[in-house]
């Protein structure tokens, strides 16, 4: 079975400027998760879509921050524009139950640099 | 929103220590769920917890329910180089929030 795939690994850009990440989950998963890993810390959900419907959004700063699942399979989330702050591992999960249960899979994450 | 809190920030062990490391909730779990992320990776699902006073094994990995649903622990015998990593615990009430982890450092 593959994996949860993200791209890109890595990702520098300076303050202010955009950027994109990508992800496929786990064919059949129609649960879908993003999270902000700050180094040190847990990872902190953005944003939860069920197919192609956001289920939480509640920590998502959305002034600058933005995501969609058009299709209800990959999902790309956005930045623009971009803050020193936003400096983490962005991780992608899917899961098969709409609550998780079971556990997530994650991918390995695009680490971005804000400098 | 509600936060598991997980004791103790950092570990370090000598190699055949056991190691514990604690998830607490000021407020009742539905079902708990346990995670490892190896230095540079990302979490990996270890195991859920549901039931009241669940105890799970995975060869010497040890997890346990609290009976009020409140707390939850993962006790490691025998600690080897290859149990490096942050371990961390996650709610899953309504959305999946992780508490902070504990990081384990093992000397060989």
């Known amino acids: 079975e593959a994996g949860v795939a993200q791209s890109p690994r890595y990702k520098i850009i300076e303050k202010r400027q955009s950027v994109a990440f990508w992800c496929n989950p786990i064919?059949?998963?129609?649960?879908l998760y993003w999270y902000q890993q700050i180094l040190g810390q847990g990872p902190k959900l953005l944003i939860q879509?069920?197919?192609?419907?956001?289920?939480?959004d509640s920590q998502l700063p959305k002034d600058r921050f933005s995501a969609e699942r058009l299709k209800g399979v990959d999902s790309t989330l956005k930045i623009q524009p971009a803050k020193l702050e936003d400096s983490a591992v962005y991780l992608c999960a899917s899961s098969l139950s709409s609550r998780g249960l079971g556990g997530y899979t994650f991918g390995s994450g695009t680490r971005l640099t804000v400098v | 929103g509600q936060q598991v809190m997980q004791i103790p920030q950092y570990q370090h062990v000598q190699e055949g220590e056991d190691f514990t490391t604690y998830c607490n909730s000021s407020?009742?779990?539905?079902?708990i769920q346990w995670y490892k992320q190896r230095p540079g990776g990302h979490p990996v699902f270890l195991i859920q917890l549901v039931k009241s006073g669940e105890v799970k094994k995975q060869k010497r990995l040890t997890f346990q329910f609290g009976e009020a649903k409140k707390n939850s622990s993962l006790h490691i015998t025998a600690t080897q180089t290859t149990d490096v990593g942050t371990y961390f615990c996650?709610?899953?009430?309504?959305?999946?929030?992780f508490g902070a982890g504990t990081r384990l450092t093992v000397k060989p």
């Open positions: 879509f069920q197919n192609n419907g956001v289920v939480d």
């Open positions: 996650a709610d899953n009430n309504n959305d999946m929030r």
């Open positions: 064919s059949g998963h129609a649960t």
């Open positions: 407020t009742t779990l539905s079902n």
